[in-house]
């Protein structure tokens, strides 16, 4: 789900099949009529994914990861988007949980990729770029902007998008100062970056397959497009190929890896926090 930006709410205890362990999300399995029915063929809603606040599920084993816990639970959004052929407007805020054992409070503030999906008039276009802001309608101020690129499918997302308890609204509109970027000859191969952890903090493995052999480079980019820091260049050979994604001195922020390998160049945007 995080990884084709679907979106969704999931929430897991230590409950089994036989009842003999008290469910703590109980409170949780009844969202109502008017919250299942946002999710229409007739209406947008924003995909969450990566957001900082999730639980983490692990492998399946008793003893690897949280034994309660969420992801995306604490989001919430108002249905009343603007979709406009142009501009994507969506309000975001943060609500607390029920448990069996009373209210979980959620934080002051988190961060989330946000998706639009199943528009109904708002167009992207692949390669495309689009201008956000995000605001904070209760403090007065935009807190975070920037432009952004579709990727080939028409999907765009915006990363790190700060949520706070009062609400934070997006809007996203098309950019016409930067049109639409230039993009490689159909057919060409592309490399591929395997997924990485995020949000990071600390250096890790990244394995980069490449499509064909000739000269490389992975640079990190910040979300205007400069390069903050070249992780690696020199020649590679067709294959996947592991190196190190070191990250000292880089700020907290939103990035994205990108891998050229000639005219051909693939990305993953991460989240650094410190």
Not at 10 to 39: C, E, L, Q
Not at 80 to 94: H, S
Request: proline share 8%; hydrophobic share 40%; aromatic share 10%.
């Amino acid at each position: 789900m995080r990884d084709h930006r679907g979106g969704g709410t999931f929430f897991w205890d230590r409950r089994d099949h036989f009842g003999t362990i008290a469910s703590a999300w109980s409170p949780m399995m009844n969202y109502g009529v008017p919250y299942i029915y946002r999710f229409r063929t007739n209406q947008s809603f924003p995909a969450f994914s990566n957001c900082s606040y999730d639980g983490n599920p692990a492998n399946g084993t008793a003893t690897d990861g949280d034994s309660i816990g969420t992801i995306n639970g604490f989001l919430d959004w108002n249905p009343a988007i603007t979709d406009e052929p142009a501009r994507w407007v969506v309000g975001l805020m943060l609500h607390d949980l029920a448990s069996s054992w009373g209210p979980v409070v959620a934080p002051e503030s988190l961060t989330v990729d946000v998706t639009p999906r199943r528009m109904q008039s708002f167009t992207v276009s692949p390669w495309a770029s689009y201008a956000y802001t995000v605001a904070r309608p209760h403090a007065g101020g935009v807190v975070q902007s920037g432009t952004l690129s579709a990727d080939g499918l028409g999907v765009l997302t915006v990363p790190a998008v700060r949520v706070f308890r009062r609400g934070s609204v997006l809007t996203i509109q098309f950019s016409a100062e930067t049109g639409v970027t230039e993009q490689p000859a159909p057919g060409t191969p592309r490399p591929i970056i395997a997924p990485v952890p995020s949000p990071l903090s600390w250096p890790c493995a990244l394995e980069v397959t490449w499509a064909r052999d000739g000269d490389a480079a992975i640079d990190l980019v910040d979300l205007a497009g400069r390069r903050v820091k070249r992780e690696w260049r020199g020649r590679v050979v067709a294959g996947r190929q592991r190196s190190r994604l070191e990250l000292t001195g880089v700020p907290s922020g939103a990035y994205a890896i990108v891998a050229h390998e000639g005219d051909a160049v693939a990305s993953r945007r991460i989240v650094v926090l410190r």
